[in-house]
């Protein structure tokens, strides 16, 4: 069995204590990784504390650097993806994608003109904002997109003059542990600092006395949770939280256009994607071909192993999650909804669950109102399109929505009656290095990507001098 290690300090550390990692697509684990102790994670804050000194100073050698992070990711981009597959599920195609985005956040960041926030600049005076780092940053994963979502957030932080302390979630710490080794010998020690181990470890990570902010990405009832633990030190908080996504299809969408646009945006990453189509509101006009096409979809794609060439969707990564799916379509069964396709958990003793089309689902299922985030899709007829609105607004949740039309006029005015972070037309899910993407109402606090995200790793400061 392979076994990896943290780096703390520029350093490769190791633990006695190991935690198996397990791969999704046969319930086993393949790999051991280190479990950090109270010792190490005060080890990595301070290393970062120290290598900020010097980091902070030097613009364009960050800048430098975080080129040579984005070359040396896509130089590994296929190592990194397969072992992400095995830790966490999903096709090797979409793996690769994953890293090689990783490498592309690097570069985007790399490059990223700040624009000069001047104010007044006169006879009088000259009053502008300097933006500075905050400090160490510490930085807590999910389990959807290890790879990626770990270079939004080093990538911003870094180019501001942070340092960071990273946790990985414990269901797939070996591509961070991967990424940290690649880049140890392209950053100054302590800059980047990796730990693996539990939920615990994150709570003493938000808990610790440097970090100044905390970047969180994961899910609502643990951002709560950060939210507690920022508030006695006053460290800030971004925090990229869950999605209970809605899409709403007009009565003038064409069905053979949509239907594959609708499909993937609900099921890509076997669903587990913070801004997965997870409600689709359906007009009545076009409610039956809709159904039809995606039904058709659901039985035809190919369920497996994410390492066979032929997989389209690779299994749920984790059992507890996948015990959430499979409890969320039976409690719509149970109440009332029609489940045409998948349904139950494929015989294997990996977390297979097919794509599963829930029609005559409604409002108070527990599938349309909580974040299911895997491969079942509840379908709700509608016959007026503000009442379709209006549920999909009636929720905590406010990350992405959707509007499907063949008026494009129509479908902008109405993706901007959504309470979301974004609002997508006829498409969903997609998210750009210069796009801000963020989350309102329970979904989150502050943004990520961007100059937007680039400015949630800096505190301001107004320079104004008397002429
Ligand atoms: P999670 O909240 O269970 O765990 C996320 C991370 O937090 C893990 O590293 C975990 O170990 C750590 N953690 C757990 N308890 C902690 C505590 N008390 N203090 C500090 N850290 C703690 O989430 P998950 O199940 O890994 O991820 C799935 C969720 O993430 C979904 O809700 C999904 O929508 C959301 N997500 C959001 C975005 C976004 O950008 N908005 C992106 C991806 C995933």
Redesign the pocket.
């Known amino acids: 069995m392979s076994s990896y290690a943290m780096l703390i300090n520029g350093k490769s550390v190791t633990t006695s204590d190991q935690d198996p990692v397990i791969n999704p697509a046969f319930g086993e684990s393949f790999a051991a990784v280190p479990r950090a102790s109270k010792a190490h994670i005060d080890e990595a804050m301070e290393a970062a504390a120290l290598a900020f000194r010097t980091w902070r100073k030097d613009e364009a050698f960050r800048r430098q650097k975080l080129n040579e992070c984005a070359a040396a990711i896509q130089s590994r981009v296929h190592d990194i993806a397969n072992v992400l597959s095995q830790e966490q599920g999903k096709p090797l195609s979409a793996a690769m994608g994953e890293v090689f985005g990783a490498s592309m956040w690097f570069s985007y960041f790399a490059n990223l003109q700040i624009e000069p926030e001047i104010l007044q600049d006169d006879g009088e005076k000259r009053i502008r904002i300097v933006r500075k780092p905050l400090g160490v940053v510490a930085a807590?994963?999910?389990?959807?997109?290890p790879v990626i979502?770990l270079s939004?957030k080093l990538a911003p932080a870094f180019l501001a003059g942070n340092t960071v302390v990273a946790?990985?979630?414990?269901?797939?710490p070996i591509t961070s542990l991967m990424v940290a080794d690649i880049l140890r010998d392209i950053l100054p020690a302590g800059v980047l600092n990796v730990v693996s181990?539990?939920?615990?470890?994150?709570?003493?990570?938000?808990a610790h006395p440097v970090p100044r902010k905390?970047s969180?990405?994961?899910?609502?009832?643990?951002?709560k949770?950060?939210m507690a633990?920022a508030a006695d030190d006053l460290k800030r908080v971004t925090?990229?939280?869950?999605?209970n996504d809605p899409a709403i299809v007009l009565d003038d969408a064409n069905p053979d256009q949509v239907a594959d646009g609708l499909f993937w945006s609900a099921f890509q990453n076997s669903g587990?994607?913070?801004?997965a189509v997870k409600r689709l509101y359906v007009h009545e006009k076009v409610y039956q071909p809709i159904v039809d096409r995606l039904i058709e979809r659901a039985k035809t794609v190919r369920v497996g192993n994410g390492l066979y060439p032929e997989t389209q969707l690779g299994p749920i990564n984790?059992e507890m999650?996948l015990n959430k799916v499979m409890s969320l379509v039976e409690d719509a069964r149970q109440n009332g909804a029609k489940v045409q396709t998948g349904g139950c958990r494929l015989e294997s003793s990996g977390y297979f669950y097919p794509p599963t089309i829930v029609t005559e689902a409604r409002e108070g299922m527990r599938l349309v109102d909580e974040?299911q985030?895997g491969t079942a899709l509840p379908i709700i007829k509608y016959k007026h399109v503000d009442d379709a609105l209006e549920q999909a607004n009636r929720t905590h949740f406010g990350?992405g929505g959707s509007i499907w039309t063949s008026d494009l006029q129509r479908g902008e005015a109405l993706a901007q009656e959504l309470d979301s972070?974004t609002g997508w037309v006829n498409h969903h899910m997609d998210i750009l290095p210069f796009t801000p993407?963020?989350?309102a109402k329970w979904?989150?606090i502050g943004c990520?990507n961007g100059p937007w995200g680039y400015k949630e790793f800096t505190a301001m400061q107004v320079v104004n001098v008397k002429k």
């Open positions: 807590i994963l999910p389990w959807n997109f979502l939004w946790k990985p979630s414990p269901y797939t181990g539990g939920n615990d470890l994150g709570a003493l990570m938000t905390i969180f990405t994961g899910s609502v009832g643990t951002g949770k950060i633990a925090l990229e939280l869950g999605g587990q994607v913070c801004t984790n999650q974040e985030f990350l972070g993407f963020g989350g979904s989150g990520e």
